[in-house]
């Protein structure tokens, strides 16, 4: 109890940064977390957390979970008697904690700023696209050794004689290790923060293993969400999700699998993986955007930079990826190189700036304070009984 | 003289004070003010400029500024800020002047015009009361009050009792209004009935007050001092003067509608007196539930046959205009409760014992459908969930506070005397059921009147659960009502399993409030209450002159504060009867002899000077 927390008066100021609301609007009536099906008797939310940081409780805030166990379904921002959006602004503090977990600073600025986030991405994609027309080598279709692969594939495009796996798979690992290595230093800066800071629990090394089963069950259906009352958003959520970890694994583990001049047979479980994948992206793409523009929805009422930039260039990914099997299968060579460098040129940007430093990050922070806040809660029933 | 040689400077402020009017030509407004004399300066904050004391500075220094008029500034939240401004260049601190557009009655957004006197006012110095006096007219020393609640009962017997001629015009077939209905009130425990009825039958004996129940206000013509209203006499269908109550028609009656006065828990015939009390003590007809009346003179009929009395009953009476002259008019119109279907999530209309603290009056008073038994509703023969006397006793019951009020989704504003009824009522149960539950949830407790924070705490004594938040739903579990809610100063997500919940409904304008408002020719605020002409300093008058406001249509209020206002517009009235006079609308008066006004009084002081 003698622990001295520090308050920072500016903490409010700095959080709207990251969202909308005039959150000094809040009475502390209560009806938030009492409408939330998601809250719990051991982590309240959303009306804990707005009151944290009304207070400038910075450090509290830092090690605080609550704000992933909202998936935003926008209940509590309806029946506010307040108009005060406690569902923006569990959004606007996931925001907010991305940026403290992120040690480079990056995140924060990114998020702060519209201009630099559309700047780097912008500086990304012609980057990419200056690489393919300085190295890109486009292959000789009349040269024996083209005409043989191709007759030998039973192709019409020689894709990966244009941009060999190989080459590419090397550059998905590096890209893969830089933007995992500062990930996982901000998911561990982010354990620091919410476990060895809070000298209040101990947490032994079973337990950790014992909790992984279920998160990782969490992980894959979704189940949280799907306590929601609307089950449209956990399945246009799950969609996306579920169609992204698809997508991401053959690029990074099954690229060589996934990226093949021979067409195979439509039975093959990479054409209709990959169908399924490019189905789920556009379709939760085209929802997210057309709920974001008619701002119907307590949900998409309020947009912030980075869903629009994080929407669009998923959208664009998908796209561009249906276009180059479309080429490809109906042989527009030249199509397909233009697709296949305009598909990286949306890819490096979306994956540089989302992965570890913005929106896409809660991929892997929500599940893992999911992870984390279990664990408390055993820690926690575990001391209560001894 | 101060500030006539070019050094004003005009600051409007509607961009910083959310309470200012929301002038519609503002840019008209804008180049009014530059065209005054001595102006120098016009700045607008409107688009949410913030005010910084350095460039105040600066601008006062720049334009050698003597004197600063804060435009829409009321009631001058920013004069100490200019203030200090003004002394730090050198100046007086006091030739800050606030130009009050709400004060003036420039309400709405059409009054340009009295933005533009107002402001001109204080540009040259002269006060508003003073450069705007309307001309005086005769007065009609008969009286005329709209609704027969408390308010207008008070009103009528301040008023008849001071020998002066009250009209009492009631829509319903009783005076006595809500409070007719309330069982107790707060914080005394007095027995409303008790209360009320001996001043309802005063009303119905006074020889100065001509009671018309069953009756509506139509139209209203002429001008203050002499207005003549148009009021529709609904045919009631049973003659007052011969009508002995004996009842005997209703015992017939096959016609049935659910009770008024009972706030619909029980039902009554189509041929009713609406309480036992009620005044005038007479039987009326409701044509909806009239079965002669429905099929067009073809069936039934049965009342007129078995009426001891020749020809008191005539279902074919038409409806009937008459017109009378009065010199002012009080206008009482009251409220209705929110409908609490309108917050589905707390389940009313969906689970039957989920009630609005109107029901509960009822079925906590003697006289009500339980004869003042506490039961849950219970299904009948026909599967009708009603309140019987039979019915179980509800173990535990949940109040809810703020339904309908404090909540941007319905009603901004606080209903004021939803914690104190909740309280009431919650007393209530506990003396009738000592070994219940019961479980009060508020946002805030606003215990502000005369012994009321008394009052609470001696409700906290008794042993009452009072939870501090709002609760955001009732379901049903188990056969019971689960009440979810956050107890914000504990920390604890609370799940209560209770048998019966209460929703504190809030209370709105009635429906046809704004209909009234026209014709009366007085302004309604945004929440749609009547404005009163100043609520210091004017708390019963209005704009229009002879036209004066009390009771809940001018607001939200308990009884004590009903009452009070009530007398305080008798007094406005018989002020001006006692005069002979009475002045003419101030707003009818036009800005070119306001202007002229101000011209001639400022040469007038700037000669003297």
């Known amino acids: 109890m003698s622990e001295r927390k520090r308050v920072d008066p500016n903490l409010m100021k700095e959080v709207k940064h990251y969202g909308a609301g005039d959150w000094n609007a809040c009475f502390h009536c209560g009806n938030c977390t009492a409408t939330c099906p998601l809250t719990e008797q051991?982590?309240?939310?959303?009306?804990?957390?707005?009151?944290?940081?009304?207070?400038g409780l910075k450090d509290k805030l830092a090690g605080s979970v609550e704000p992933w166990m909202c998936y935003y379904c926008g209940d509590c921002s309806t029946t506010c008697p307040r108009d005060a959006n406690p569902g923006e602004i569990m959004m606007s503090l996931r925001r907010y904690l991305t940026s403290v977990y992120d040690w480079t600073g990056l995140s924060g600025k990114l998020y702060k700023s519209k201009a630099l986030h559309i700047m780097v991405v912008t500086i990304i994609f012609f980057t990419i696209i200056a690489a393919f027309l300085i190295f890109?080598?486009?292959?000789?279709?009349?040269?024996?050794?083209?005409?043989?692969?191709?007759?030998?594939?039973?192709?019409?495009?020689?894709?990966?004689?244009?941009?060999?796996?190989?080459?590419?798979?090397?550059?998905?690992?590096?890209?893969?290790?830089v933007i995992g290595l500062f990930l996982l230093t901000?998911?561990?800066?982010?354990?620091?923060?919410?476990?060895?800071?809070?000298?209040?629990?101990?947490?032994?090394?079973?337990?950790?293993?014992?909790?992984?089963?279920?998160?990782?069950?969490?992980?894959?259906?979704?189940?949280?969400?799907?306590?929601?009352?609307?089950k449209t958003y956990w399945l246009s959520h799950w969609l996306i999700m579920s169609s992204y970890i698809i997508m991401f694994s053959f690029i990074i583990f099954f690229l060589g699998w996934f990226q093949t001049d021979k067409i195979h047979p439509i039975s093959h479980p990479q054409r209709w993986l990959g169908y399924y994948v490019t189905f789920g992206l556009i379709f939760a793409c085209v929802y997210y955007f057309i709920g974001?523009?008619?701002?119907?929805?307590?949900?998409?009422?309020?947009?912030?930079?980075?869903?629009?930039?994080?929407?669009?260039?998923?959208?664009?990914?998908?796209?561009?990826?249906?276009?180059?099997?479309?080429?490809?299968?109906?042989?527009?060579?030249?199509?397909?190189?233009?697709?296949?460098?305009?598909?990286?040129?949306?890819?490096?940007?979306?994956?540089?700036?989302?992965?570890?430093?913005?929106?896409?990050?809660?991929?892997?922070?929500?599940?893992?304070?999911?992870?984390?806040?279990?664990?408390?809660?055993?820690?926690?029933?575990?001391?209560?009984?001894? | 003289m101060k500030g006539n040689s070019g050094e004003v400077g005009i600051y409007f402020l509607n961009g910083e004070n959310p309470n200012a009017p929301p002038i519609e030509n503002f840019s008209d407004l804008i180049s009014y003010a530059e065209k005054l004399p001595g102006v120098k300066l016009v700045k607008s904050t409107a688009n949410g400029g913030e005010l910084n004391p350095n460039q105040l500075n600066s601008d006062i220094k720049q334009n050698n500024l003597k004197k600063i008029v804060l435009a829409g500034d009321s009631p001058g939240f920013y004069k100490t800020l200019f203030g200090k401004a003004m002394a730090a260049a050198g100046n007086d601190p006091e030739d800050v002047v606030v130009a009050s557009f709400r004060e003036h009655g420039a309400i709405t957004a059409d009054e340009t015009d009295r933005a533009k006197a107002v402001l001109n006012c204080a540009v040259s110095n002269v006060p508003f009361e003073i450069a705007a006096v309307p001309d005086e007219v005769e007065v009609n020393p008969d009286t005329l009050v709209i609704g027969g609640g408390i308010a207008g009962i008070q009103a009528s017997l301040e008023i008849a009792d001071a020998n002066k001629k009250v009209y009492l015009v009631e829509r319903t077939g009783t005076i006595g209004g809500h409070m007719a209905m309330f069982d107790k009130t707060f914080p005394t425990l007095d027995c409303a009935a008790c209360i009320l009825t001996p001043k309802m039958v005063e009303v119905g004996q006074h020889p100065n007050i001509e009671l018309m129940s069953y009756c509506e206000v139509k139209g209203v013509s002429g001008g203050p001092g002499n207005y003549k209203v148009r009021i529709l006499k609904k045919a009631r269908k049973v003659n007052i003067a011969?009508?002995?109550?004996?009842?005997?028609?209703?015992?017939?009656?096959?016609?049935?509608?659910?009770?008024?006065?009972?706030?619909?828990?029980?039902?009554?015939?189509?041929?009713?007196?609406?309480?036992?009390?009620?005044?005038?003590?007479?039987?009326?007809?409701?044509?909806?539930?009239?079965?002669?009346?429905?099929?067009?003179?073809?069936?039934?009929?049965l009342c007129m046959k078995v009426c001891p009395v020749p020809d008191c009953i005539n279902l074919d009476e038409k409806?009937?205009?008459?017109?009378?002259?009065?010199?002012?008019?009080?206008?009482?119109?009251?409220?209705?409760?929110?409908?609490?279907?309108?917050?589905?999530?707390?389940?009313?209309?969906?689970?039957?014992?989920?009630?609005?603290?109107?029901?509960?009056?009822?079925?906590?008073?003697?006289?009500?459908?339980?004869?003042?038994?506490?039961?849950?509703?219970?299904q009948d023969k026909k599967g009708n969930w009603v309140f019987s006397a039979g019915g179980d006793e509800p173990k535990s019951v949940a109040l809810i506070h703020c339904i309908g009020s404090?909540?941007?989704?319905?009603?901004?504003?606080?209903?004021?005397?939803?914690?104190?009824?909740?309280?009431?009522?919650?007393?209530?149960?506990?003396?009738?059921?000592?070994?219940?539950?019961?479980?009060?949830?508020?946002?805030?407790?606003?215990?502000?009147?005369?012994?009321?924070?008394?009052?609470?705490?001696?409700?906290?004594?008794?042993?009452?659960?009072?939870?501090?938040?709002?609760?955001?739903?009732?379901?049903?579990?188990?056969?019971?009502?689960?009440?979810?809610?956050?107890?914000?100063?504990?920390?604890?997500?609370?799940?209560?399993?209770?048998?019966?919940?209460?929703?504190?409904?809030?209370?709105?304008?009635?429906?046809?409030?704004?209909?009234?408002?026209?014709?009366?020719?007085?302004?309604?605020?945004?929440?749609?209450?009547?404005v009163e002409a100043n609520s210091n300093t004017g708390p019963v008058d209005t704009f229009t002159g002879g036209i004066y406001v009390t009771g809940l249509c001018q607001g939200p209020k308990d009884i004590p504060d009903t009452v009070a206002q009530a007398s305080a517009a008798a007094s406005r009235v018989l002020q001006s009867i006692s005069n002979g006079k009475i002045k003419k609308s101030i707003k009818d008066l036009p800005l070119s002899t306001i202007e002229a006004k101000v011209k001639e009084l400022s040469t007038r002081e700037g000669g003297a000077s």
Not at chain 1, 201 to 230: D, H, M, T
Not at chain 2, 327 to 355: L, S
Request: net charge positive.
């Open chain 1, 42 to 55: 051991d982590s309240l939310f959303p009306r804990k957390g707005i009151r944290t940081m009304q207070m």
């Open chain 1, 136 to 177: 890109a080598r486009v292959p000789d279709l009349n040269s024996a050794e083209v005409s043989n692969y191709l007759s030998e594939m039973g192709a019409s495009v020689p894709l990966n004689k244009f941009a060999p796996p190989d080459l590419i798979s090397l550059l998905d690992h590096i890209q893969l290790i």
């Open chain 1, 186 to 230: 901000n998911i561990f800066n982010m354990y620091n923060k919410v476990i060895l800071k809070d000298k209040t629990v101990k947490i032994p090394l079973w337990l950790y293993i014992k909790e992984i089963g279920a998160a990782f069950w969490n992980f894959i259906s979704q189940w949280k969400f799907s306590k929601c009352e609307r």
């Open chain 1, 292 to 386: 974001r523009f008619r701002k119907k929805e307590q949900i998409f009422k309020f947009s912030h930079h980075s869903d629009w930039i994080f929407i669009f260039l998923l959208f664009m990914i998908a796209v561009t990826g249906i276009l180059i099997h479309i080429s490809r299968i109906s042989g527009m060579v030249n199509m397909t190189y233009y697709m296949y460098a305009l598909h990286l040129a949306f890819e490096v940007p979306m994956v540089f700036t989302f992965v570890a430093f913005s929106k896409w990050s809660h991929l892997a922070y929500r599940p893992f304070a999911i992870y984390l806040s279990n664990l408390k809660k055993s820690a926690k029933a575990r001391m209560a009984k001894t």
């Open chain 2, 242 to 301: 011969t009508c002995i109550g004996c009842g005997t028609c209703a015992e017939k009656c096959p016609g049935k509608a659910p009770s008024e006065f009972d706030a619909g828990t029980t039902m009554r015939k189509a041929i009713y007196i609406p309480f036992p009390q009620a005044v005038p003590n007479k039987y009326l007809v409701d044509a909806e539930s009239c079965t002669y009346i429905q099929s067009g003179g073809k069936k039934c009929g």
């Open chain 2, 319 to 378: 409806d009937e205009e008459i017109e009378v002259t009065v010199g002012n008019i009080i206008a009482a119109t009251g409220f209705k409760v929110f409908d609490a279907k309108r917050a589905e999530q707390f389940g009313y209309g969906k689970f039957p014992n989920v009630v609005t603290s109107l029901e509960f009056e009822r079925l906590v008073n003697a006289a009500g459908p339980t004869g003042g038994f506490i039961t849950s509703r219970t």
């Open chain 2, 406 to 530: 404090r909540d941007e989704n319905y009603n901004k504003y606080c209903s004021r005397v939803c914690c104190m009824y909740s309280l009431k009522l919650a007393h209530l149960i506990k003396e009738k059921i000592p070994e219940a539950d019961v479980h009060e949830y508020y946002i805030d407790m606003r215990a502000f009147g005369k012994g009321y924070e008394e009052f609470y705490e001696r409700i906290k004594s008794e042993g009452v659960h009072l939870v501090r938040g709002r609760t955001a739903k009732v379901e049903e579990a188990n056969g019971r009502l689960l009440v979810r809610s956050e107890d914000i100063t504990a920390d604890k997500l609370l799940e209560q399993e209770v048998d019966m919940v209460v929703l504190a409904v809030g209370l709105e304008p009635r429906e046809d409030a704004g209909e009234t408002a026209k014709m009366l020719d007085i302004s309604v605020s945004e929440d749609g209450w009547y």
